[in-house]
């Protein structure tokens, strides 16, 4: 079955930049999405198609693609984006979340 | 403005089912595919099931397959999960979301709240 793997945390501190890996052997022929979930709350799109932003989400938040590995990005990483971030593809009709990373911001 | 509220979530004993509801409004709800996600008590998300415009189309993680439904009325703005001979490993919460198709890439653009589904004897 299809897998993308996930750091299980990234820390950073504030103002600096973040980045989160997400890697799938398939990820490359793939288009990635990212969700964001703060605790207790539902999760929320903050990338699709590799690199789009949804309307809402700030600038800060950024997506790559390099071969078989998507990074969300975060600069100048604020309090406020404390929470698990997950990687998701689709394949083969079916939907894969990667198994999430915590951000803390320190 | 989207909104999506699942109903039907609660304690039911292992082998026993339950059918959970999702409210759609804000969108047209016949143009787009739906989704149920589920997220284990600590733990990461897991894809449960998708559902195309007019229902021709029914996708599940193997986990579930033979065990749960999906099912919509676009009259009614409404998507369910008949949920089947149920298993203390499906604890979680259950949300229902908006998918977008586009070009072999799917995402989910819109979540519920959620709803818990406790497995237990």
């Known amino acids: 079955s299809y897998e993308l793997t996930q750091p299980p945390s990234v820390s950073v501190s504030p103002g600096q930049t973040a980045g989160i890996t997400c890697s799938g052997d398939?990820?490359?022929?793939?288009?990635a999405c990212w969700y964001q979930q703060k605790p207790g709350q539902s999760p929320v799109l903050v990338i699709y198609?590799?690199?789009k932003r949804p309307s809402g989400i700030p600038e800060r938040f950024s997506g790559s693609k390099s071969g078989n590995t998507a990074t969300l990005t975060i600069s100048g990483t604020q309090a406020m984006d404390e929470a698990d971030y997950y990687c998701?593809?689709?394949?083969?009709?079916?939907?894969?979340f990667g198994g999430g990373t915590k951000l803390t911001v320190l | 403005e989207v909104h999506l509220v699942e109903t039907g979530g609660g304690l039911v004993q292992p082998g026993g089912s339950l059918r959970l509801s999702c409210a759609a409004s804000?969108?047209?709800?016949?143009?787009?595919?739906m989704s149920w996600v589920r997220q284990a008590p600590g733990k990461g998300l897991e894809w449960v099931a998708n559902?195309?415009?007019?229902?021709?189309?029914?996708y599940f993680v193997d986990s579930v397959k033979g065990r749960f439904i999906i099912s919509r009325d676009n009259a009614n703005n409404s998507l369910y999960l008949q949920m089947n001979s149920l298993r203390a490993e499906d604890t979680a919460v259950y949300f229902c979301?908006?998918?977008?198709?586009?070009?072999?890439?799917?995402?989910?653009?819109?979540w519920g709240q959620g709803t818990l589904v406790t497995v237990s004897s």
């Open positions: 804000g969108f047209t709800f016949s143009n787009y595919w």
């Open positions: 398939k990820l490359g022929d793939n288009y």
């Open positions: 198609q590799d690199i």
């Open positions: 998701q593809a689709w394949d083969t009709s079916t939907v894969v």
């Open positions: 559902i195309n415009y007019d229902a021709s189309e029914k």
């Open positions: 979301a908006r998918g977008i198709k586009w070009r072999g890439h799917f995402y989910l653009d819109y």
